[in-house]
C-alpha cells in the first residue's frame, strides 16, 4: 500500500495562485499513475490532473489546461500541483490518489488505489 500526504492548500483570492504537494510512502512499485482529483460541496469527486510516473505524460480537466501544471520529484516521492489564474469555481477540496495496478490515462476514481486525505483550496471573489 501506498500512503500519500497532501499539503499546500489555504485561502487566495480570484486570480492568485497555489501549489499542493503531495508525498508518497510505503511499498513502491515499478510504475503508476498519479492525479489529483477535487470535491466540491454537493458535487461528485472529480479529476483534475494526472501524471505517468516513469515518463512523466501529464494530462488535464479541460477547464484547468494552460492553469494548472502537474509535476513530479522522483527523488523526493513527491508530486506537485501549480495552480495559477485561480477561480472561485475552482474551490473544493484537492485529493491525490495513486494507481497501481493501471499506468496510463485513467481519469475514474475507481481506477486509484490510493488517496490522500484531502486538502482545502478556497478561492474568494
Known amino acids: 500500500q501506498v500512503q500519500l500526504v497532501e499539503s499546500g492548500g489555504g485561502l487566495v483570492q480570484a486570480g492568485g495562485s497555489l501549489r499542493l504537494s503531495c508525498a508518497a510512502s510505503?511499498?513502491?512499485?515499478?510504475?503508476?499513475?498519479m492525479g489529483w482529483f477535487r470535491q466540491a460541496p454537493g458535487k461528485e469527486r472529480e479529476f483534475v490532473a494526472g501524471?505517468?510516473?516513469?515518463?512523466?505524460?501529464?494530462y488535464y480537466l479541460d477547464s484547468v489546461k494552460g492553469r494548472f501544471t502537474i509535476s513530479r520529484d522522483n527523488a523526493k516521492n513527491t508530486m506537485y500541483l501549480q495552480m495559477n489564474s485561480l477561480k472561485p469555481e475552482d474551490t473544493a477540496v484537492y485529493y491525490c490518489?495513486?494507481?497501481?495496478?493501471?499506468?496510463?490515462?485513467?481519469?475514474?476514481?475507481?481506477?486509484?488505489?490510493?488517496w490522500g486525505q484531502g486538502t482545502q483550496v478556497t478561492v474568494s471573489s
Open positions: 490518489a495513486a494507481s497501481y495496478h493501471l499506468v496510463g490515462v485513467i481519469r475514474a476514481v475507481r481506477d486509484f488505489d490510493s
Open positions: 510505503g511499498r513502491t512499485f515499478n510504475d503508476y499513475t
Open positions: 501524471i505517468t510516473w516513469s515518463s512523466g505524460y501529464t
